[in-house]
């Protein structure tokens, strides 16, 4: 594990009665795509704001880069050092995707070729295309090389995917992950259950200001995810009746598929021996519990597709 | 320099806007050649319509009387009025309805009624007649010690015929009706050249002399045209309309879409981004001032020739109408809201500052209204500039002008957020 580049203690944002972020503490290690996973109004991007300087906090501590971002001196060094993709990103409309680069690249002292973070994301051939004319994933694309063009050592990605359909969401997946071979620590803020489990190697579930769970996926899979299950497609009652005779939690649905919850793997394969026994040959699967699992047993709900907390 | 690559940005995204293009500087150009052609005097005719019916006729449907026709010609001659014949025997106002149609414009009807020509030359006998026996019976007042008996006795009996004659002239004054529009707007323009024909027609025909010689000049140094006197009007006007209409929607565009957020986040320091787009705007507002004078020269054979206080008042002018475009973008959240109130603080401070109109002309009450609005200085410090070359005005204009840039700018730049709540 690498030195944390952010530490987080008892962080408190707080507007009049409301704590907007309420008493928060975690790091963020180098090297390691962190994701502030939680629905829309959690507390995500507040958190990520005062990282980024943008927003004060009411009282805790945050330390980014090992710098304090309450102290202006040290507010300029952290504006220097880290990359952003704000959330909802845009640019001027009229400049090309170099021009726009170009133009945040010339706010910093030092900045990378501007045809290199081009090339990196692969954006060669809209360089000299309007901002306006990109397609949504194209834009984010535009703003994931403005966050890299000052060569930052953490970059911030907020919602980097909201709004972007299935091929879009994908290739600015392939984008950060492409981050983390550049030896780059993202901190990525999301609503997306799967865009956690898939691009993170340590979640942060957030909940009305708070984190509700910290840890790697599949660690927090094991801990809040629940039991494996085994279907055995297209069974009957039957099979349902034998089985439950020998396992506890056995149910058969309306479609007849007969679903067994197993407590480990050891019980998974005392199940398919059973049914080897029986000479049962019929289709199966083995469902594992995911992030989407886990939100539901630490927060009691699932995010909708707009990011909203469905209870 | 930061501010430079902002200057630069903020302008290359502006250039390439067609929509931002029209409205800073095509829209101004077309304004300034409608006011051109309606002002310069070229482009053909433009006096006003006037329907004349002339009753004064020798029996009905006679020729026109003599005198009445000379009136006519008189009125002709000012070049003031097309003038279009009504027919003796129809209704004057119907007729001139249906000539002009629905679409036609004012109604404007001169009647000359019957008995024109005697009632003229009985009132000028009158007058003429009056007017000598009046100088006869002071002259025999003054002469009488020195007259023989048979002399007084000749004098008097002159000044009785003459009395007498006087009052044997029917007492009826020569009347002229004019009808106009109620809406009309140039109305009192055309009464007043009627009533001033007249009033020359009568003085002639009573024989007296202009005492009084009225000379026209101008104040200022070189001979200036209509046209020169709108450029500093148009051109401040839109100054102002680029930032507190073009600047405040632009930011607050920029704000929503979260551009500034964007820059925010990067080591651009607030006073750098005001900076950047104060001077695109100042880049804009001399762009735009040296084409509509240019066009002026080209076009309308404009004289004016911008000095350096134009340009310093162009530059302040531009800070302080960009500072009241940072104002207004940081205190509206919403961008529709921003945009509206741009527009509802521009529009009646474009038509209250004399910018187009006079100040003098409007009510008293506007006028106190007029000397509030930043626009008027600005206006007048252009005016003074360009045209009368007037020291003291300039001066003035300019130090309100930079007094009110200095305090638009801090509080644009105060409200402008750098930083989130």
């Given at each position: 594990?690498?030195?944390?580049?952010?530490?987080?203690?008892?962080?408190?944002?707080?507007?009049?009665?409301?704590?907007?972020?309420?008493?928060?503490?975690?790091?963020?290690?180098?090297?390691?795509?962190?994701?502030?996973?939680?629905?829309?109004?959690?507390?995500?991007?507040?958190?990520?704001?005062?990282?980024?300087?943008?927003?004060?906090?009411?009282?805790?501590?945050?330390?980014?880069?090992?710098?304090?971002?309450?102290?202006?001196?040290?507010?300029?060094?952290?504006?220097?050092?880290?990359?952003?993709?704000?959330?909802?990103?845009?640019?001027?409309?009229?400049?090309?995707?170099?021009?726009?680069?170009?133009?945040?690249?010339?706010?910093?002292?030092?900045?990378?070729?501007?045809?290199?973070?081009?090339?990196?994301?692969?954006?060669?051939?809209?360089?000299?295309?309007?901002?306006?004319?990109?397609?949504?994933?194209?834009?984010?694309?535009?703003?994931?090389?403005?966050?890299?063009?000052?060569?930052?050592?953490?970059?911030?990605?907020?919602?980097?995917?909201?709004?972007?359909?299935?091929?879009?969401?994908?290739?600015?997946?392939?984008?950060?992950?492409?981050?983390?071979?550049?030896?780059?620590?993202?901190?990525?803020?999301?609503?997306?259950?799967?865009?956690?489990?898939?691009?993170?190697?340590?979640?942060?579930?957030?909940?009305?200001?708070?984190?509700?769970?910290?840890?790697?996926?599949?660690?927090?899979?094991?801990?809040?995810?629940?039991?494996?299950i085994l279907i055995i497609r297209k069974g009957d009652k039957g099979l349902s009746d034998i089985l439950q005779k020998e396992y506890d939690k056995v149910t058969l649905d309306k479609s007849g598929d007969v679903s067994v919850k197993v407590d480990d793997v050891e019980e998974m394969w005392r199940v398919i021996a059973t049914l080897t026994e029986l000479k049962i040959n019929k289709e199966m699967e083995i469902q594992s519990p995911t992030i989407e699992d886990v939100f539901l047993k630490v927060v009691g709900g699932r995010i909708t597709e707009e990011g909203e907390l469905k209870q | 320099m930061k501010f430079y690559v902002i200057f630069k940005a903020v302008t290359k995204n502006w250039i390439r806007s067609r929509s931002g293009l029209f409205f800073s500087i095509l829209f101004p150009i077309l304004l300034l050649l409608v006011f051109g052609a309606i002002f310069s005097g070229t482009g053909g005719s433009s006096n006003f319509g006037i329907f004349v019916q002339n009753l004064d006729r020798t029996g009905l449907g006679g020729t026109p009387s003599d005198l009445s026709t000379r009136f006519i010609e008189a009125l002709n001659s000012t070049n003031a009025f097309a003038i279009k014949d009504v027919p003796p025997d129809v209704n004057a106002t119907d007729y001139a309805r249906n000539t002009l149609g629905p679409l036609g414009g004012n109604i404007r009807i001169l009647v000359i009624s019957q008995g024109f020509q005697d009632d003229l030359v009985n009132g000028t006998l009158k007058v003429r007649v009056g007017i000598t026996y009046s100088t006869l019976n002071t002259s025999y007042q003054y002469f009488e010690p020195y007259l023989n008996d048979s002399q007084k006795v000749a004098f008097q009996q002159g000044l009785a015929q003459m009395q007498q004659y006087n009052e044997s002239l029917p007492d009826r004054r020569t009347s002229l009706t004019i009808m106009l529009d109620p809406s009309d707007q140039?109305?009192?323009?055309?009464?007043?050249?009627?009533?001033?024909?007249?009033?020359?027609?009568?003085?002639?025909?009573?024989?007296?002399?202009?005492?009084?010689?009225?000379?026209?000049?101008?104040?200022?140094?070189?001979?200036?045209?209509?046209?020169?006197?709108?450029?500093?009007?148009?051109?401040?006007?839109?100054?102002?309309?680029?930032?507190?209409?073009?600047?405040?929607?632009?930011?607050?565009?920029?704000?929503?879409?979260?551009?500034?957020?964007?820059?925010?986040?990067?080591?651009?320091?607030?006073?750098?981004?005001?900076?950047?787009?104060?001077?695109?705007?100042?880049?804009?507002?001399?762009?735009?001032?040296?084409?509509?004078?240019?066009?002026?020269?080209?076009?309308?054979?404009?004289?004016?020739?911008?000095?350096?206080?134009?340009?310093?008042?162009?530059?302040?002018?531009?800070?302080?109408?960009?500072?009241?475009?940072?104002?207004?973008?940081?205190?509206?959240?919403?961008?529709?809201?921003?945009?509206?109130?741009?527009?509802?603080?521009?529009?009646?401070?474009m038509f209250l500052s004399g910018t187009y109109f006079p100040v003098e002309i409007m009510p008293s009450y506007l006028q106190t209204v007029a000397k509030v609005l930043p626009l008027t200085y600005f206006s007048e410090g252009l005016r003074y500039a360009m045209i009368y070359k007037y020291a003291e005005g300039i001066y003035v204009n300019l130090a309100i002008v930079g007094v009110l840039a200095v305090g638009f700018i801090v509080l644009g730049s105060l409200v402008t957020r750098w930083k989130e709540k």
């Open positions: 594990m690498g030195k944390a580049v952010v530490e987080v203690d008892s962080l408190v944002k707080q507007y009049g009665k409301l704590k907007a972020v309420d008493g928060i503490s975690f790091e963020v290690n180098e090297g390691e795509i962190f994701a502030f996973l939680g629905p829309n109004g959690a507390g995500k991007t507040t958190t990520v704001e005062i990282l980024e300087c943008l927003r004060p906090l009411t009282s805790g501590s945050a330390n980014v880069l090992g710098y304090d971002v309450t102290k202006n001196d040290d507010v300029k060094k952290i504006k220097r050092s880290i990359g952003v993709l704000p959330q909802d990103f845009s640019a001027l409309e009229k400049l090309t995707v170099k021009e726009n680069i170009e133009l945040i690249g010339d706010m910093y002292a030092k900045h990378i070729d501007v045809a290199e973070v081009i090339k990196l994301l692969d954006l060669q051939e809209k360089t000299n295309e309007k901002f306006e004319n990109l397609s949504g994933g194209l834009k984010q694309r535009v703003g994931v090389a403005a966050a890299l063009v000052n060569d930052p050592q953490l970059v911030f990605l907020d919602e980097p995917t909201t709004g972007l359909d299935p091929k879009a969401r994908r290739e600015v997946w392939s984008v950060i992950t492409g981050l983390k071979k550049m030896q780059k620590t993202v901190f990525l803020t999301t609503h997306y259950m799967e865009e956690a489990q898939i691009l993170a190697d340590r979640i942060a579930i957030i909940d009305k200001g708070k984190i509700v769970a910290i840890d790697s996926p599949q660690e927090l899979i094991s801990q809040h995810g629940g039991l494996k | 140039s109305a009192s323009i055309v009464s007043n050249v009627v009533m001033s024909v007249a009033n020359a027609f009568n003085y002639q025909l009573i024989g007296a002399q202009n005492v009084i010689q009225f000379n026209q000049t101008t104040v200022s140094s070189t001979r200036m045209t209509n046209v020169d006197f709108y450029i500093p009007g148009v051109t401040a006007a839109f100054i102002m309309t680029n930032g507190v209409i073009g600047l405040t929607s632009n930011t607050s565009e920029f704000k929503r879409r979260g551009v500034i957020k964007r820059l925010s986040i990067t080591p651009l320091g607030k006073m750098d981004w005001i900076l950047g787009n104060v001077l695109s705007q100042t880049l804009l507002n001399l762009l735009l001032t040296g084409m509509i004078i240019a066009l002026g020269w080209v076009i309308f054979n404009v004289r004016i020739i911008p000095d350096l206080f134009t340009l310093l008042l162009v530059f302040l002018g531009s800070v302080m109408f960009s500072g009241i475009g940072m104002l207004l973008s940081g205190l509206v959240k919403d961008v529709e809201a921003a945009s509206a109130i741009g527009n509802a603080i521009a529009f009646p401070m």
